[in-house]
């Protein structure tokens, strides 16, 4: 995947794969990059390639993928994308992850477990009218997160979302860990 380098060199030898907003790895240009989400264009010549589409579940580093439960594994059935429900529910991932002690352990319990519920919503409901009310979503993100999360929510409602996927979407409420889909037990490590 193209990305725009938002971090110091050699930033991914750290171990860590999440970033929150105050990340010390993140340059100055960095943060504007992200702020405007920049670092996403270049993700359109993977779509050029073939590789990647404008909607879809987001890929994920390696070592998450593995960790996947057997339903989650159903988030790869379908090319990954630049945008869909998570990246406008999620605009805002570095700040939920923010002073975090364990970025990723935090991302696994808070995020994931909705991000991947949303994904394979996407993937069971996936249409051509969804894939442009998605990137008509995402674009009105960037300068109207709450507009872009009512027209999220209401595309869910249309999708017969449940409620607690719902109440997420509105993000109203503070995020509880969860288990991600296919699990009993909320994630304590990635191992």
């Known amino acids: 995947m193209v990305k725009l380098r938002t971090m110091v060199v050699h930033a991914d030898k750290s171990g860590i794969d999440s970033t929150s907003t105050d990340d010390k790895r993140i340059t100055f240009v960095g943060q504007t990059i992200r702020r405007f989400k920049i670092d996403e264009l270049t993700q359109l010549w993977n779509v050029f390639l073939g590789q990647m589409s404008l909607v ?7 070592r998450d993928v593995n960790i996947y439960t057997s339903e989650e594994r159903h988030l790869l059935d379908v090319r990954p ?5 998570a990246s406008i529910v999620f605009a805002d991932e570095g700040s ?4 975090r002690v364990d970025p990723d352990l935090a991302y696994n319990q808070l995020i994931r477990p909705w991000k991947s519920r949303l994904g394979l919503l996407y993937v069971r409901h996936r249409t051509l009218w969804i894939d442009f009310k998605l990137i008509v979503a995402t674009i009105i993100a960037v300068l109207a997160r ?3 999360l009512q ?6 409602v249309y999708l017969d979302a449940d409620h607690e996927l719902l109440t997420v979407c509105s993000r109203n409420t503070e995020l509880t860990p969860a288990p991600p889909p296919g699990a009993d037990k909320i994630v304590q490590s990635r191992t």
């Open 56 to 62: 879809g579940p987001r890929p994920q580093v390696e």
């Open 81 to 85: 994308g630049i945008t869909d429900f």
């Open 96 to 99: 939920i992850l923010a002073g």
């Open 146 to 148: 709450n507009k872009a």
């Open 151 to 156: 027209m999220a929510c209401k595309m869910l």
